[in-house]
């Protein structure tokens, strides 16, 4: 099922490489591996409605379509309107490109033209090979190897465009 409970906001400093950045952290997707587009969108809303009240500024999405595109895909996105509205009034948009090993087209929604794409690198920052690019890319960030938390508490590993994204 998925979530949209602005309860679940939080506001916390990050005490990392960032001391004072503050992040908003919105729930839209339920525990499983699907999220609906509708509830996707309603975070995006969420985030256009309170841009003010909680000064955000980036919009940040690990997801993506099994489809890629080596063209802006504005026209057939469903996300193209979110992002267009949060890119007007000065939210940054952040998308990961997608993990489909090509080398010439990204996932929907980072090929929407006023997404900023990004795609992965290696330690050694080279293209890792899952990572999705091409024309449309913005961005390539380290992407493979990356410790971050899992549910548990505890650390783990992850590679993919949705750990550069970030």
Not at 55 to 83: E, K, L, Q, R, W
Not at 133 to 141: I, K, N, S, V, Y
Request: charged share 10%; with cysteine.
């Amino acid at each position: 099922k998925e979530l949209f409970n602005a309860q679940s906001l939080y506001n916390s400093v990050y005490t990392g490489i960032a001391p004072q950045a503050n992040f908003v952290s919105i729930k839209v997707c339920g525990s499983g591996t699907a999220c609906s587009e509708s509830a996707m969108l309603s975070g995006f809303d969420w985030c256009i409605a309170n841009k003010t009240k909680f000064n955000i500024s980036v919009i940040s999405i690990s997801i993506g379509s099994d489809t890629t595109y080596g063209s802006y895909c504005d026209a057939t996105s469903s996300f193209t309107s979110s992002i267009n509205n949060a890119t007007g009034i000065n939210i940054s948009v952040v998308i990961a490109a997608g993990n489909h090993n090509s080398a010439t087209q990204i996932a929907d929604p980072a090929c929407v033209k006023n997404a900023t794409a990004v795609s992965a690198t290696n330690k050694d920052n080279s293209i890792a090979s899952y990572s999705d690019r091409g024309p449309l890319t913005d961005l390539f960030a380290p992407g493979s190897s990356i410790t971050s938390t899992s549910k548990d508490g505890t650390t783990v590993a992850m590679s993919g465009t949705s750990m550069a994204t970030p």
